[in-house]
């Protein structure tokens, strides 16, 4: 799942630095990638990927639902909002992040849509919060003076982890005594076996390889918490939808196609597809995460997005005081106006 951005003073400067360039880029029509105006759509999509995994546009592409649109790799990335300042600041064509990074690269004057989700969380793809076996954590009051490690701050994870606070009786003068911290995913697990953190965030082929080693156990998931749900969105500028229409309802249509297909393949044929894909592109990269691929966890039909999905995060957004509260209404940030799946 696409990191985000830290919270620190520090990061958050950058961060509004790197949005006022983002949005000065695009406004002054710099960005590289986008049209330029001169009414023939662009039909070649730059993109950035990720290693030893296959993307959603990727996986449509290979499938032969994007029709005279193609994929244009320009190299990966492993964070969500750089990914989306990439796309905003013309670099490439889209990018996907989580949706709290999608709302926060607006507030910052980016004019940027979601057009269709990118991943999310269902009973096969969750985050666990996971303790000790013998840890005596067992209630959100337990956390109070204990070390949560994460992969970053300021975005899904922690998000969640404020969310089920609230949600189990913390005021919002005792959340902060919870500690957060980074922990690169690869070192969670170790770092909550040698007691170094109390609690530790554990997704996919590392969370299965922890569980199956036993000795620990979930306190809370996000699928718990919340139900299914997508979690991140392909953003694309306006003006590139606006001048390439046809482009964006092809890609974004293509993305819903590929949605569908992964939930509805087996998911042993679905694997081996995708491990082809990767073997195909002939980067010498390592296909065995792959092996643990179970779904995209995106929640709706299609990758549709819902109010509800951007909601929740304009909340929690506001509350912190990262964005001014009213700032947004959820259809100010998406449009499903592309996405023709299951529409003739």
Same mark, same amino acid.
């Given at each position: 799942?696409?990191?985000?951005?830290?919270?620190?003073?520090?990061?958050?400067?950058?961060?509004?630095?790197?949005?006022?360039?983002?949005?000065?880029?695009?406004?002054?029509?710099?960005?590289?990638?986008?049209?330029?105006?001169?009414?023939?759509?662009?039909?070649?999509?730059?993109?950035?990927?990720?290693?030893?995994?296959?993307?959603?546009?990727?996986?449509?592409?290979?499938?032969?639902?994007?029709?005279?649109?193609? =994929?244009?790799?320009?190299?990966?990335?492993?964070?969500?909002?750089?990914?989306?300042?990439?796309?905003?600041?013309?670099?490439?064509?889209?990018?996907?992040?989580?949706?709290?990074?999608?709302?926060? =690269?607006?507030?910052?004057?980016?004019?940027?849509?979601?057009?269709?989700?990118?991943?999310?969380?269902?009973?096969?793809?969750?985050?666990?919060?996971?303790?000790?076996?013998?840890?005596?954590?067992?209630?959100?009051?337990?956390?109070?003076?204990?070390?949560?490690?994460?992969?970053?701050?300021?975005?899904?994870?922690?998000?969640?982890?404020?969310?089920?606070?609230?949600? &189990?009786?913390?005021? *919002?003068?005792?959340?902060?005594?919870?500690?957060?911290?980074?922990?690169?995913?690869? &070192?969670?697990?170790?770092?909550?076996?040698?007691?170094?953190?109390?609690?530790?965030?554990?997704?996919?082929?590392?969370?299965? *390889?922890?569980?199956?080693?036993?000795?620990?156990?979930? =306190?809370?998931?996000?699928?718990?918490?919340?139900?299914?749900?997508?979690?991140?969105?392909?953003?694309?500028?306006?003006?590139?939808?606006?001048?390439?229409?046809?482009?964006?309802? +092809?890609?974004?249509?293509?993305?819903?196609?590929?949605?569908?297909?992964?939930?509805?393949?087996?998911?042993?044929?679905?694997?081996?597809?995708?491990?082809?894909?990767? *073997?195909?592109?002939?980067? &010498?990269?390592?296909?065995?995460?792959?092996?643990?691929?179970?779904?995209?966890?995106?929640?709706? +039909?299609?990758?549709?997005?819902?109010?509800?999905?951007?909601?929740?995060?304009?909340?929690?957004?506001?509350?912190?005081?990262?964005?001014?509260?009213?700032?947004?209404?959820?259809?100010?940030?998406?449009?499903n106006e592309f996405n023709g799946y299951g529409k003739g």
């Amino acid at each position: 799942m696409p990191a985000a951005f830290t919270s620190t003073p520090t990061s958050r400067r950058q961060f509004l630095t790197l949005l006022g360039i983002s949005a000065a880029a695009v406004s002054c029509g710099t960005a590289t990638a986008d049209g330029g105006g001169s009414g023939k759509q662009i039909k070649t999509l730059k993109y950035q990927g990720a290693v030893g995994a296959v993307t959603l546009p990727e996986l449509a592409q290979d499938l032969g639902y994007f029709e005279d649109v193609t =994929l244009d790799w320009v190299g990966n990335t492993i964070s969500g909002p750089q990914d989306i300042q990439s796309a905003a600041t013309g670099q490439t064509h889209f990018g996907s992040a989580f949706n709290g990074a999608v709302i926060k =690269l607006a507030a910052g004057n980016a004019p940027i849509k979601a057009v269709i989700s990118s991943y999310g969380s269902d009973q096969h793809s969750y985050a666990g919060y996971f303790v000790l076996e013998d840890s005596p954590i067992r209630s959100a009051r337990d956390l109070i003076g204990k070390k949560v490690g994460m992969n970053t701050l300021g975005a899904h994870y922690q998000a969640l982890l404020d969310t089920y606070l609230s949600r &189990n009786g913390l005021s *919002k003068a005792e959340a902060p005594k919870v500690e957060a911290l980074v922990i690169p995913p690869v &070192n969670t697990e170790q770092a909550l076996r040698a007691r170094q953190i109390e609690v530790g965030v554990l997704t996919g082929v590392l969370r299965d *390889k922890a569980v199956a080693s036993g000795g620990i156990r979930p =306190l809370f998931t996000d699928v718990e918490l919340l139900g299914p749900f997508s979690a991140g969105t392909y953003i694309m500028t306006e003006r590139f939808i606006k001048q390439n229409p046809d482009t964006v309802r +092809t890609f974004v249509t293509g993305v819903a196609k590929a949605i569908e297909w992964s939930r509805t393949t087996p998911r042993e044929e679905a694997v081996a597809r995708m491990t082809e894909i990767v *073997k195909k592109r002939g980067r &010498n990269e390592d296909t065995t995460a792959l092996q643990y691929w179970r779904s995209f966890g995106i929640a709706e +039909t299609a990758g549709r997005i819902p109010d509800a999905e951007f909601q929740l995060w304009i909340d929690w957004l506001g509350e912190r005081g990262e964005i001014k509260q009213g700032q947004f209404k959820p259809a100010d940030l998406y449009t499903n106006e592309f996405n023709g799946y299951g529409k003739g």
